[in-house]
Structure formats: C-alpha cells, structure tokens
C-alpha cells in the first residue's frame, strides 16, 4: 500500500471526524475535583542508568561498587513507584462532553454547567462517562502508562487522553496496560538494569580504565539504545494482549492518539526509523502492522 493510500485507509477507517473541543471533569463524592499534575518523563526512566554511574566513581572497592549501583537502581524505581502510589487519585466517575463549539474561554468558564448539562451547548456534542478504575493526572497531552511494584500495579490516564477516545477505546487502551502487568514488564526492565550493573563493572575494571574510560561512555549509550529496544518490543506484547479483545478499538485509539506521527511515518520513512533511536514506543504504523490493521 502506497503512502497517500495508507493514510486515506486508515483516516476513512479509524480517524472519523472528530470534535473542536472536549471537557474532562472528575467526580469524587458527588463533587468536580480537579485531578493533580503529575511529572513524569523519560529521564524518569534513564535515572538509574544514570545514577548508576556514581559508585563507579566515588567507590573504589569492587564489591562496594556492585552493591551500591544495584541499591541505586532498585531505590530509583521505588522512589518513582511509591511517587506515583502517592500522587494517585482515582475519581468516582469521569464524565466527558465532546463538542463542536469552540468558543474555548466560554466552554472553560462554564465547564461545571456544561458538565452537569451539556444540552446548555449550541450545536452538537457528545457526552459520557469513560472507566475509571485507573489513576487520573491532569495533563492535555494523551497519556497512559503502568509500573508495577510490591503492593500492586499503579496504572495512569491523563484528562488528555479522556479527551480523545471514546470508552471502547479507553477499554482497549486500560487492557494494553494490564498487558504490561501479565508480562511483568516492570520487573523485566528492573532485572535487565541490574544484570547490565553486574556486567559493566568487570568491563570498566579490566577494560575501559586500562583503554579509554570513554569507552564507559560508549558502553552507556549502548544501554540506552537496547533498553529503548526493550520498552518498544513490550509495547508490541501488550498490543498482542489487548487485541485479544479489543483489536478494533485499540487500532482506532492508536490512529487517534498519534495521527500526525503516522502522516510523518508514511511520508517521511527514513526520518521516522531514526526517531526510535530515541523513543520508548515503536512508530504506530508498525503497530497497527502488527495488529493486521492494515491490509499488505
């Protein structure tokens, strides 16, 4: 399928037209509460590679060495683990108005009426409640994520992403994070951590200080590389886990989410592969490939 052809199928398929604006609002107790922000980022995830670094060059002693990266790193990921535990907050219910209105200081300054009563809009507009049985942040930018840890998995939506899908499409989204769960990718990512501290050490000890200590440096990139290569292959697991009941409305939700990624994919190619160099989730055109979402 050429370029132009891909994102026609895909725009007349999954992409229907969608609404100018959206409100989020968060129930608790029969109330509109404001979900908190929550910072969060890939230097979460490079933390402890990072961090890593610091017995290699304050310690002097091998064994001292090993223990303090691996107590490092595992503290990194509970520190972040019990941050997001703490920064939780899960709504009684999450109502959403869609609407073709776009009178965007209006719709802010009336959202609590509007919520209440969306037939107060001019013209069209969409409303219904989304699942709520996940942590919600406030953030514009569509989001979702899952960390695993000792007193359960702790799964994230922001308002943003309430905003752009539908409930079947947030259903499929929430089953591709209890992928995540079922194939125990967080303590995957924490076992690989510790095994690649482990392996470093004897290398910088009988290698990179004898040769170049900015083979050390080399040595990191390399790591950053195959455990961006990690975090994308268990996007594809959880897509696999997801679409064993939601295929449709997961491909549809990945369309949503990322339209403009998957024009620049199919426009710009060789531009797009480079970029996963650098990303923690693969291009969604080879997603939707995989999930047989698009015809060969």
Not at 7 to 23: M, Q, V
Not at 40 to 58: K, N, R
Request: glycine share 4%; net charge positive.
């Amino acid at each position: 399928m050429q370029e132009l052809e891909l994102i026609e199928f895909l725009k007349r398929r999954y992409k229907k037209e969608s609404y100018k604006a959206a409100l989020v609002g968060a129930y608790r107790d029969g109330r509109l509460v404001d979900p908190p922000p929550l910072q969060t980022g890939l230097y979460f995830l490079l933390t402890p590679i990072a961090l890593s670094v610091i017995p290699l060059i304050a310690v002097k002693d091998v064994f001292i060495q090993w223990a303090l990266g691996v107590a490092v790193i595992i503290a990194s990921y509970l520190i972040f683990y019990f941050y997001l535990r703490r920064k939780c907050f899960v709504p009684d219910a999450v109502k959403v108005v869609r609407t073709n209105f776009g009178d965007v200081e209006y719709l802010r300054r009336h959202k609590l009426e509007i919520l209440e009563n969306p037939g107060v809009l001019p013209g069209d507009y969409e409303f219904y409640y989304a699942p709520v049985n996940v942590c919600v942040a406030w953030d514009k930018r569509a989001n979702a994520f899952t960390l695993d840890g000792p007193r359960g998995p702790v799964i994230y939506f922001t308002t943003g992403i309430f905003a752009r899908l539908s409930p079947e499409e947030l259903q499929a989204v929430l089953e591709h994070e209890r992928g995540h769960v079922a194939f125990k990718h967080t303590h995957k990512l924490l076992a690989f951590l510790v095994a690649e501290y482990s392996l470093r050490l004897p290398l910088v000890h009988l290698l990179y200080a004898k040769v170049s200590i900015m083979l050390l440096a080399v040595h990191l990139i390399g790591v950053v590389l195959v455990y961006a290569a990690m975090l994308q292959a268990f996007e594809f697991e959880a897509d696999k886990y997801a679409a064993s009941k939601h295929r449709e409305k997961l491909a549809s939700a990945l369309v949503k989410l990322d339209w403009n990624g998957i024009v620049e994919a199919a426009l710009n190619p060789l531009a797009a592969r480079l970029t996963l160099l650098a990303r923690t989730h693969p291009l969604t055109v080879d997603r939707l490939r995989k999930l047989h979402a698009i015809p060969n």
